[in-house]
């Protein structure tokens, strides 16, 4: 009997070559992109929801409380845990064994670790490819939870329909927050440990900082909540949960006006990648690999030549086809 192509599989369900595929994409394997692309045309259902916040705010025991709130409605989860990247073999640190076992047994339930392999923000180029996957597969949720809050973790917000930012008391994360600009991107705000000393200080101070920033809030029309949880103690967990719902139903609503820009910015920013992506690609083909590459990066270190003539130079060899 002939045996289905991997991207059939993933569209009835199978897990196994869900997992397959997806270790395609995170190993960069050519051979995911026609499946992607006959996968791409079955998507668009998802709730893409990020959860982004400092190490040890307690992200991961937060998604695992809220994977459980969405499975009590009978929806299927997939969860994409960002990890940071091994120097010594290249994949996630922390494997997804060990993180929310109580959901393997679950069918309704997909969870895979993703490495960041070095990109700015905590998100991987393939976690784009990964949401398309999961969508395709059936899920109705995909949490991306990211590895921490950084100058470029805004990424995240282009990735997903509903970010949610997590903090928790004493960590500071006011001051990270206005650097960073992260009140822009959060949808709805967490304060995690909420048992902690100085929680009410944090919700104050988050209040402010989004009233502060209330004229971005005018324009869409969402105010977004502060949600105060225990995610260890199951409490808030519910409210959240639902604070997380009430975005996915106010983005529908509208004419849903809001869900189709996010939705505009997503693929946007995924087709950028992608071109960005192959453009590298046809760079080094044409120069012949990364060791041609590291020459012409040593020229300009030496100031034997510059970045911004060098670059028009290689868009020139790509565009006419010459070789150096």
């Known amino acids: 009997m002939k045996q289905a192509p991997l991207a059939?599989?993933?569209?009835?369900?199978?897990?196994?070559?869900?997992?397959?595929?997806?270790?395609?994409?995170?190993?960069?394997?050519?051979?995911?992109?026609?499946?992607?692309?006959?996968?791409?045309?079955?998507?668009?259902?998802?709730?893409?929801?990020?959860?982004?916040?400092?190490?040890?705010?307690?992200k991961s025991t937060l998604?695992?409380?809220?994977?459980?709130?969405f499975r009590k409605e009978n929806r299927t989860v997939g969860v994409?845990?960002?990890?940071?990247?091994s120097p010594f073999t290249g994949g996630a640190i922390l494997g997804d064994r060990i993180r929310m076992q109580r959901h393997f047994l679950d069918e309704g339930v997909f969870i895979r670790s993703m490495a960041t392999r070095g990109q700015f923000g905590g998100l991987t180029r393939s976690t784009a490819d990964?949401?398309?996957?999961?969508?395709?597969?059936?899920?109705?949720?995909?949490?991306?939870e990211t590895v921490g809050v950084g100058q470029d973790e805004v990424d995240i917000a282009h990735s997903a329909h509903t970010t949610a930012l997590v903090t928790v008391p004493g960590m500071g994360d006011d001051i990270q927050a206005i650097k960073a600009g992260l009140m822009e991107i959060g949808d709805v705000f967490v304060v995690n440990k909420c048992d902690r000393e100085g929680s009410g200080k944090t919700v104050?101070?988050?209040?402010?900082?989004?009233?502060?920033?209330?004229?971005?809030?005018?324009?869409?029309?969402?105010?977004?909540?502060?949600?105060?949880?225990?995610?260890?103690?199951?409490?808030?967990?519910?409210?959240?949960?639902?604070?997380?719902?009430?975005?996915?139903?106010?983005?529908?609503?509208?004419?849903?006006?809001?869900w189709k820009r996010r939705v505009f910015h997503r693929t946007q920013n995924q087709l950028l990648e992608i071109l960005k992506e192959r453009a590298l690609e046809r760079v080094l083909?044409?120069?012949?690999?990364?060791?041609?590459?590291?020459?012409?990066?040593?020229?300009?270190?030496?100031?034997?030549?510059?970045?911004?003539?060098?670059?028009?130079?290689?868009?020139?060899?790509?565009?006419?086809?010459?070789?150096?």
């Open 8 to 58: 059939d599989k993933v569209l009835e369900g199978d897990v196994r070559a869900t997992a397959r595929l997806i270790r395609w994409i995170d190993d960069a394997d050519p051979a995911a992109l026609p499946h992607l692309a006959k996968l791409y045309r079955h998507t668009g259902r998802a709730h893409v929801i990020g959860f982004t916040g400092s190490p040890g705010v307690g």
């Open 63 to 69: 998604v695992d409380k809220v994977v459980s709130q």
């Open 80 to 85: 994409l845990a960002i990890d940071p990247t």
């Open 130 to 144: 990964a949401v398309v996957v999961l969508d395709a597969m059936g899920k109705d949720v995909i949490i991306i």
């Open 204 to 258: 104050r101070e988050l209040r402010f900082m989004l009233h502060m920033s209330s004229d971005r809030h005018r324009e869409t029309g969402w105010i977004p909540p502060i949600v105060e949880t225990s995610a260890s103690q199951d409490e808030g967990v519910e409210n959240l949960h639902r604070a997380l719902n009430e975005h996915r139903d106010f983005l529908m609503e509208h004419g849903k006006d809001e």
């Open 285 to 324: 083909q044409k120069i012949g690999g990364p060791a041609a590459l590291g020459k012409i990066i040593e020229d300009i270190v030496d100031r034997r030549s510059d970045p911004y003539g060098s670059a028009d130079d290689l868009l020139r060899i790509v565009m006419g086809g010459d070789s150096i």
